[in-house]
C-alpha cells in the first residue's frame, strides 16, 4: 500500500509569482485536504476535495485554489504569493469525506516566499 | 469558535512517563487524535480516541479523555530519544462546510534528556 506522496519537497519562490504543489493520496483513498503549517504553529485547514469537488473551506483568501483528479490525486494553487505563505503545506487522504475517517498526511512541500 | 490548547513545552528523561495534555473546545468532534511531527518532516498518526471511550491503550501510548472538562491527554510510557518530537492534538470538526477536516494545537516539543 502507498502512503501519501507529495511533491516537490523544497520550493522557492518569489512575491507575486505563482506557485503548483502535488499531492497524491494513498491507495483506495477518494479525499484529500490540505493543511498549511507556518512555523512554530500547528497545521490550518485549507480546504478538502471529495470526488474532484471541493468539499469544504477555511478561512483562506480565494488566491488559494485546488483541484482533484479522477485518480483522487491533487494539487493546490496559490496565486499572487506573500510573504505570510511561506509555511510548510501538508496533503492528507482519508478513505471518506467524514468526520469519523482518519487522515493520513503527506511528508510536505516547504515552501519559500522571498 | 472550535480550539485546540496544548502546553508548548514538555522535557522528561529517558525512561520516565511523558504527559502531554491538552483542551479541547468543540464539544461535537467524533474523534480525537494524536500527530507526531519530527523535525522537517510531515505529521505520523499516532493514535486516536473515539468520543464516547474514556481510556486507549495501545503499547507505549495511553490517551485518556475527559468529555466533561474537554481535556485529552497522551502519555508514553519508558520515554526514550527516539520520542523526541513535537506532540500534536487535533480535533475532528465539520466547519468551512466540509465533513472531518481537523482542527490542531500547537503542538507540545517533548525533548528526551539521556
Known amino acids: 500500500e502507498t502512503g501519501v506522496t507529495q511533491s516537490p519537497t523544497h520550493l522557492i519562490k518569489t512575491r507575486g509569482q505563482q506557485v503548483t504543489l502535488r499531492c497524491s493520496s494513498q491507495?483506495?483513498?477518494?479525499?484529500v485536504s490540505w493543511y498549511q503549517q507556518a512555523l512554530g504553529q500547528g497545521p490550518q485547514f485549507i480546504f478538502q476535495?471529495?470526488?474532484?469537488?471541493?468539499?469544504g473551506r477555511g478561512n483562506f483568501p480565494p488566491r488559494f485554489s485546488g483541484l482533484q483528479f479522477p485518480n483522487y490525486s491533487s494539487e493546490l494553487n496559490v496565486n499572487a504569493l506573500e510573504l505570510d505563505d511561506s509555511a510548510l503545506y501538508l496533503c492528507?487522504?482519508?478513505?471518506?469525506?467524514?468526520?469519523?475517517?482518519?487522515?493520513?498526511f503527506g511528508p510536505g512541500t516547504r515552501l519559500t516566499v522571498l | 469558535g472550535e480550539d485546540v490548547e496544548q502546553s508548548l513545552f514538555l522535557s522528561v528523561r529517558e525512561g520516565d512517563s511523558s504527559v502531554i495534555n491538552c483542551t479541547y473546545t468543540?464539544?461535537?468532534?467524533?474523534?480525537l487524535y494524536w500527530y507526531k511531527q519530527e523535525p522537517g518532516a510531515g505529521l505520523q498518526l499516532l493514535t486516536y480516541?473515539?468520543?464516547?471511550?474514556d481510556m486507549k491503550q495501545d503499547q507505549r501510548l495511553t490517551v485518556l479523555l475527559n468529555k466533561k472538562d474537554k481535556h485529552l491527554s497522551l502519555r508514553i510510557a519508558d520515554t526514550q530519544t527516539g520520542d523526541s518530537a513535537i506532540y500534536f492534538c487535533a480535533e475532528s470538526a465539520n466547519y468551512g462546510g466540509s465533513q472531518g477536516n481537523l482542527i490542531f494545537g500547537k503542538g507540545t516539543k517533548l525533548s528526551v534528556k539521556p
Open positions: 480516541i473515539f468520543s464516547n471511550m
Open positions: 491507495s483506495g483513498h477518494n479525499t
Open positions: 476535495y471529495y470526488r474532484e469537488e471541493e468539499n
Open positions: 468543540d464539544s461535537s468532534s467524533t474523534y
Open positions: 492528507a487522504s482519508s478513505a471518506l469525506a467524514s468526520s469519523t475517517d482518519t487522515q493520513y
